[in-house]
């Protein structure tokens, strides 16, 4: 039992990271119906630029704020000067500039950062919280927290405020919404921006467990669009439910199968859901009228 246990934290920690990366797709594909490839940049960019700013003497909650401020501003540069210049293409090579712009933010964070694994001090120190059996580390609480919080607040945003009532018709209909009088590309900026920034947060909340590297964004971006893909690609709920079961399954064959096939796991959910239920777990089929 208490291994079991051990296994549903580990699988809720690391589920709880890939929920918000899920959660930065959504955003973006909702507001401009763009699968952003160069989200799990964002988290990388959030965890190096808060570990440089550290090691160069700026106190650890400022140098936290400068690294989601710098992500933030460059979620807005890559919809300013690459996806809206191409706004008229088609959706692969949306994609493909999504993809490009991955693999150059990794080639710069190559370059100004270092090749090197980077850690963070945890915020409530290193010692295990004994539960159950099982052993938890405070960071990984922190983490839960910092993912519900998030969660929690997007949701008031969107059910409370007027920008969020802008961008769920934006999402609905951009057409629509642009008759109306809602400036879409605004709404489109405030969606990459945001989901950078939840990007930054998230690798600056898992440093201290999994540390940082230039090139850790791949994986987590492959991993986050599985579960966006087995929530509901466009359901910010599907987002959440499907980050936290990839985590769990990933947790769980880990633990009782290998360790070797635990980054297989994604790419196995990716395949079986585009197979089986394409609309995912929350998402709903589009019906165009023709």
């Not at 990366?21 to 160069?38: E, K, P, Q, R, W």
């Not at 100004?112 to 120190?125: E, I, Y």
Request: charged share 10%; no cysteine; hydrophobic share 60%.
């Amino acid at each position: 039992m208490a291994e079991l246990l051990q296994f549903v934290f580990s699988g809720l920690t690391v589920g709880a990271i890939y929920a918000l990366v899920a959660l930065g797709f959504t955003l973006i594909y909702n507001a401009s119906d763009i699968i952003n490839f160069a989200q799990g940049e964002f988290v990388m960019l959030g965890g190096m630029t808060t570990v440089f700013m550290a090691l160069a003497g700026v106190p650890l909650p400022l140098a936290a704020l400068i690294a989601i401020i710098v992500t933030t501003g460059v979620g807005l540069a890559l919809h300013r000067f690459a996806i809206e210049p191409a706004r008229g293409a088609s959706s692969v090579a949306l994609i493909m500039i999504t993809i490009g712009a991955s693999v150059f933010l990794r080639g710069v964070a190559q370059v100004v950062f270092d090749k090197r694994f980077h850690s963070l001090p945890p915020l409530f120190g290193a010692d295990s919280i004994q539960f159950g059996g099982a052993a938890i580390l405070p960071q990984s609480l922190v983490v839960l927290a910092g993912a519900t919080v998030i969660v929690i607040l997007l949701w008031l945003f969107v059910e409370r405020t007027l920008l969020g009532k802008a961008v769920i018709a934006t999402a609905a209909n951009r057409l629509a919404a642009r008759l109306i009088g809602v400036d879409t590309r605004r709404i489109v900026d405030f969606s990459f921006a945001v989901s950078a920034a939840i990007g930054a947060i998230a690798g600056i909340l898992i440093t201290p467990i999994t540390l940082t590297s230039y090139d850790v964004g791949t994986l987590l971006a492959l991993k986050g669009f599985a579960a966006a893909m087995l929530g509901g690609i466009g359901s910010p709920l599907g987002a959440v439910v499907g980050g936290l079961l990839i985590g769990m399954i990933e947790a769980l064959s880990a633990g009782y199968l290998s360790s070797s096939y635990k980054d297989a796991v994604a790419f196995l959910i990716i395949l079986v859901v585009l197979v089986a239920m394409p609309q995912g777990l929350f998402g709903r089929v589009k019906v165009e009228r023709v």
